[in-house]
């Protein structure tokens, strides 16, 4: 399912003094199947323009269109359903959505609101605690009985659970260990690979980017600063510090040894592609 | 939930935004209390003029003002209704139908209940939007003081004031957040039948005291933190001052008063 903008500005409380503009005139798609990283500095307009993505916020002009359906700011609110379906969204801090008395009916919400029932919705519950790695016997406890890391993937797996097809993760690991980072974005990734879920993360994880996005989108000020593919993005360092963003280790690594003279024909992105480009270069044997 | 006003601050630089809060409530009360001794229309053009001469000093535009109050318009009308239709009858009757009944008594009453509406919430609005919350709970600290002779808990009331005040906005972003993330699992807020509707409120509902708890224990941990008892003497960052347009503004306010008293004598 591709995502297209097309011209949108969004403006916060429209129509009054307080009015602030969030979003100026993006355009951008999203092609069907893509893995999109979005970052900028905070205040950017990141968690805005994600919103749009599933007609959560409707843009003040221009429109965005999702899969069939297009949004503007015409648009009703009613039949946003199958929409909302198709595209999950994992909000900022998502621990703050829960409320059941258990972690399985929890999850279970989402799916019988979008028409499952009771046992499918039980059984997806079962496979998306498996999925996210809590351990089994959490299903029957209160979600706010658990640790914040935990209730991180009880949010997530209730999302999980909608099988959307286009998953939007607004900085879905912030706060949680390095470990529990790293096993999170896996698990997205193997969702990407396995099914073909488009997926779109809001992140200041620069090896993340490097390691799973196939495009990179900066937002700064509201505005579409620089989209590209990830080492096209990575490749402008100076445009990158002026903006006060950081490059994954390996590309900063790879940038030291060029100014002392090292030369990369691509620039290598995560510390795998280094080591290997390393190695041809100093004639070693080729490892694995 | 964003199109409701009343009760906002609007952040801008005037006259009236630079006023003492002090005077501003004490005004704000004194105008109530003119309010109600309006007896003619006469008496009720002057404070409407009033009040729009407040307003316009006020910077605030005019169309942001009153698509602010316009939601609670309903409020008004339902209450000017309920006045229009059951007043006692005695004068010339319009028009009758069962017990209701419309009097020359009870259009002229309703008229001006809807002009009393009115005037108070422009007049709180306008206080709301140009003052901002810890100031209006410094104000009120500051003018409950003498109850402290009483051992009155002053100052704990106004911390509890300004704490609750301090929260507003945040508990209305933390609303429009969750119900954002409800919405995304699939709740339809504010469609369907009443059941469905009713249903639609757990899921908000619980998350929000979750986090207005936890806001609450995170605040009294930090306040313990940095020492905060409640019975010891505590002085203020920011210090009222009344200064000469604080007192040419209750001037204003007497004259007003005066042509008020004069005005109530026409027949
Ligand atoms: N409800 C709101 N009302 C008014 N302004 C808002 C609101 N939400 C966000 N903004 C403003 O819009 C701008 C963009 O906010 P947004 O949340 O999209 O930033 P972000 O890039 O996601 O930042 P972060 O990295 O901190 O999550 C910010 O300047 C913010 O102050
Ligand atoms: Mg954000």
């Known amino acids: 399912m591709a995502i297209t903008f097309k011209g949108v500005t969004y403006d916060y409380q429209a129509g009054t003094p307080m009015s602030f503009s969030a979003l100026k005139n993006i355009d951008l798609t999203v092609p069907d199947g893509d893995y999109l990283a979005v970052i900028g500095h905070t205040g950017s307009g990141k968690s805005t323009l994600v919103q749009h993505m599933n007609a959560l916020l409707k843009p003040t002009s221009g429109s965005v269109t999702i899969g069939e359906r297009e949004i503007t700011s015409q648009t009703n609110n009613k039949d946003l359903k199958p929409l909302r379906k198709e595209v999950g969204m994992v909000f900022q801090f998502p621990e703050h959505q829960l409320f059941e008395e258990t972690v399985k009916k929890d999850i279970m919400f989402g799916p019988m609101n979008f028409g499952k029932n009771e046992v499918e919705a039980d059984q997806l519950a079962d496979q998306m605690i498996d999925i996210v790695g809590l351990p089994e016997n959490t299903a029957d406890r209160s979600p706010f009985e658990l640790s914040g890391g935990q209730m991180r993937r ?3 797996a209730g999302v999980l659970a909608m099988q959307p097809r286009v998953l939007i993760l607004d900085e879905p690991t912030a706060g949680l260990d390095p470990q529990g980072r790293t096993e999170m974005m896996a698990m997205f990734n193997r969702l990407h690979q396995e099914q073909g879920l488009t997926i779109i993360l809001v992140t200041h994880q620069m090896e993340d980017v490097a390691n799973y996005a196939k495009h990179v989108l900066v937002m700064d000020h509201g505005e579409a600063a620089k989209y590209g593919t990830a080492e096209e993005v990575f490749t402008d360092v100076e445009w990158l510090r002026a903006n006060n963003l950081d490059l994954p280790i390996a590309t900063q690594f790879a940038h030291q040894l060029t100014q002392r003279g090292a030369n990369f024909t691509t620039v290598p992105l995560t510390t795998a592609e280094l080591a290997q480009e390393l190695a041809r270069q100093l004639g070693g044997k080729r490892h694995e | 939930m964003n199109k409701l006003i009343f009760g906002r601050y609007l952040p801008m630089n005037s006259w009236v935004h630079r006023l003492d809060p002090r005077d501003k409530l004490t005004l704000s009360f004194f105008f109530f209390i003119l309010v109600f001794m309006a007896n003619n229309w006469e008496t009720y053009l002057l404070l409407s003029i009033v009040t729009l001469f407040s307003i316009w000093m006020s910077k605030i535009p005019w169309h942001f003002f009153f698509r602010g109050i316009r939601p609670l318009i309903w409020l008004i009308i339902f209450t000017v209704l309920l006045q229009l239709f059951f007043s006692p009858a005695g004068s010339h009757v319009y028009w009758q139908w069962g017990p209701f009944l419309i009097t020359q008594f009870g259009i002229v009453n309703s008229a001006y209940v809807f002009m009393r509406f009115l005037l108070i919430i422009a007049m709180s609005t306008l206080l ?121 503004s209750w001037g204003f306010y007497i004259v007003v008063f005066i042509g008020l008293l004069a005005l109530r004598q026409l027949p």
């Open chain 1, 154 to 156: 009880v949010a997530i």
């Open chain 2, 128 to 248: 709301t939007l140009t003052t901002q919350p810890l100031d209006l709970a410094n104000g009120i600290e500051s003018l409950m003081a003498p109850l402290k002779i009483v051992h009155f808990p002053v100052e704990t009331t106004a911390m509890m004031l300004s704490i609750a005040l301090r929260f507003v906005p945040t508990l209305m972003d933390e609303t429009e957040t969750i119900m954002n993330a409800q919405r995304a699992r699939g709740v339809d807020f504010g469609s369907g039948s009443i059941m469905k509707q009713i249903k639609t409120v757990i899921p908000l509902l619980v998350p929000l005291f979750v986090s207005a708890f936890n806001h609450a224990e995170d605040l009294s941990v930090a306040m313990e933190a940095r020492g905060y008892q409640p019975d010891t003497p505590r002085t203020h960052y920011r210090q009222l001052v009344w200064h000469r347009q604080d007192t040419i």
